[in-house]
Nanobody, 126 residues
Framework: GAQLETSGGGSVQTGGSLRLSCAVS????????MGWFRQAPGKEREGVVF???????RYADSVKGRFTISKDNAKNTLYLQMNSLKPEDTAMYYC????????????????????WGQGTQVTVSS
């Protein structure tokens, strides 16, 4: 199965930026959905942004205009550029993927993502 390795979290002040990386290995499928989730203490894990194998993206309203997802296919690495960070962005961030042959990201449910990175903490102080 695929392996996802996450890196790049840290602590910043309000308005700062961070870039998360997710190195993906062990898969040979051309069709995929990958995404970034986050989970704050006491809250459910929520989808932040998704990208499919056709380059289609979908952002949660809370991060539109501030976060950007991208994928370097040569490096098999997924990125999340986070700008204008707010205290409410504080959470553990996870990259995730599934390879089901669906067209686009037909599901954004946590339960449908088969592969997960280990999570990286993002803390934004006011």
């Amino acid at each position: 199965g695929a392996q996802l390795e996450t890196s790049g979290g840290g602590s910043v002040q309000t308005g700062g930026s961070l870039r998360l990386s997710c190195a993906v290995s062990g898969y040979a499928y051309s069709s995929y959905c990958m995404g970034w989730f986050r989970q704050a203490p006491g809250k459910e894990r929520e989808g932040v942004v998704f990208i499919d194998s056709d380059g289609g993206t979908r952002y949660a309203d809370s991060v539109k205009g501030r976060f950007t997802i991208s994928k370097d296919n040569a490096k098999n690495t997924l990125y999340l550029q986070m700008n204008s960070l707010k205290p409410e962005d504080t959470a553990m961030y996870y990259c995730a993927a599934y390879f089901r042959g669906w067209i686009g990201c037909m599901s954004e449910r946590v339960a449908d993502f088969d592969y997960w990175g280990q999570g990286t903490q993002v803390t934004v102080s006011s």
